[in-house]
Structures are given as C-alpha cells and as structure tokens.
C-alpha cells in the first residue's frame, strides 16, 4: 500500500492526462504564475478564513499564516516550472505536502473545494490577462495531481498506522473494509 512519489506521479500524469505540451505551456508561463501568485495566495486564504473550521487550523501558532502565504506562492509557482521536470524532487515535494496535511488532519472535505477554489481563481485572472484555454487546461490536470496527492497520503497514512498498530495484513484490512461498508 506504499507509495513511491515518482511512479505515483507517472501514473497520475497519465491518469489526468497532462502531456509534454501541456508541459511546455506551464515553462513557458512560470513568469506568469509567480507574478499572479500573491494574488492566488489571498483568495485562498481568505477563501479559507470563511469556514470557521479551516479558519481556527489556520491561526494556531503566531506565525502559521504568514508562513503558508510563503509556502502557498511556492507551491503554485512549482506547478509551472516542475522543479526538476516534474521527476523525483516534484514528487517527492508533493507527497510531502500530503502527509503536513495529513498530520494536522486536513481531509478531502477541506482540500477538495479549496483546490476547485485555486482553480476557479486561476480561471478568472488568466481571463482578465488574456490567456489561453490550453494554459487554463494544464493548469487544471496539475492541480488535480496535486490533490491526489494530497488525497492519497491520507488513505495511505490511515491504513499504514492501522496495519501497523494491529499486525493485521493488508488484505485482511481490505476484506473488513469491505464487510464494514456493506454494512453501513
Ligand atoms: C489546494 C489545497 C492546498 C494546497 C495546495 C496547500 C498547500 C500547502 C503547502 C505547500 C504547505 C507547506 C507544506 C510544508 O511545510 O512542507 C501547506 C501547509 C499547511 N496547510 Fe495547506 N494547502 C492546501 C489546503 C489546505 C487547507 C484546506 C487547509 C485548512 C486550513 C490548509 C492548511 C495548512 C496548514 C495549517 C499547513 C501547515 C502550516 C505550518 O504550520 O507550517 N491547507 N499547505
């Protein structure tokens, strides 16, 4: 059940569809990106800053905010440029964005419509700079490897920290699932 970044990427790209054009498109705009990034970053934050629940996991500790406003400008630049062609040090930088949130138990109810947010905001400022549709569709599929990222690290953590507490095998956990959500 454990993931290996790299090849979990491969299989996402080609699971979403991201090709070497769409690729080219992002280098091509990584100007672009880091210069819309700030602006990204508050709309998500306040976007955030709405839901009382995410609202209190953001303002623990003095310096968290300032810190993901940082860490938010990073992230969505490193969609454009790949970091290293989008190979091991992207994957690896994406699985370990996952597991922060996992450990500050960030699930798919909170990432899934904050990450429809950063593209619906991407969406509106590529239209006010006149960008095409192509860069609006690459932008889409890295996201979504973004999220099943983020998505994935805690289905893995969960199941890893169960089979490990209880000796249990993997395929004894998947049947009791199973069963579990027959009866549900
Ligand atoms: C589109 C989805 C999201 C993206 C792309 C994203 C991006 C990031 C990144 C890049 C980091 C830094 C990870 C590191 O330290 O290595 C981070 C940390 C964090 N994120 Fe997110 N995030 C997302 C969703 C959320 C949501 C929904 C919340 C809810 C409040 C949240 C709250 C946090 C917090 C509290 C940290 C840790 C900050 C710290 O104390 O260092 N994130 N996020």
Redesign the pocket.
């Known amino acids: 059940m454990t993931v290996e970044p790299q090849s979990f990427l491969l299989t996402l790209e080609k699971r979403v569809g991201l090709t070497e054009q769409d690729k080219v498109l992002l280098k091509a705009n990584a100007d672009w990106g880091l210069k819309v990034s700030p602006a990204m970053a508050d709309h ?1 934050y306040s976007y ?1 800053e709405r839901d009382p629940e ?1 609202k209190a ?2 303002h ?2 003095e310096q ?1 905010i300032h ?2 406003h940082e ?2 400008v ?2 969505f630049h490193e969609m454009f440029t790949g970091m290293d062609d989008w190979g091991t040090v992207y994957a690896e930088r994406r699985w ?2 996952g597991l ?2 996992v450990r ?1 138990n ?1 699930g798919p109810q ?2 899934v419509p ?2 429809a947010t ?1 593209i619906h905001e991407i969406g509106k400022q590529l239209e006010v700079d006149g960008k095409d549709q192509a860069l609006k569709d690459a932008l889409s599929r890295i996201c979504m490897i ?2 099943a990222f ?1 998505e994935q690290a805690y289905v893995e953590v969960s199941s890893a920290a169960v089979l490990r507490e209880t000796g249990w095998t993997e395929g004894l956990f998947r049947r009791l699932i199973a069963t579990g959500a027959k009866s549900m």
Do not use: N
């Open positions: 998500f955030l995410m996991i953001l623990t500790g968290r810190r993901l860490t938010f990073q992230w370990k964005i922060v949130h500050i960030i909170h990432v904050a990450m950063v973004d999220l983020i």
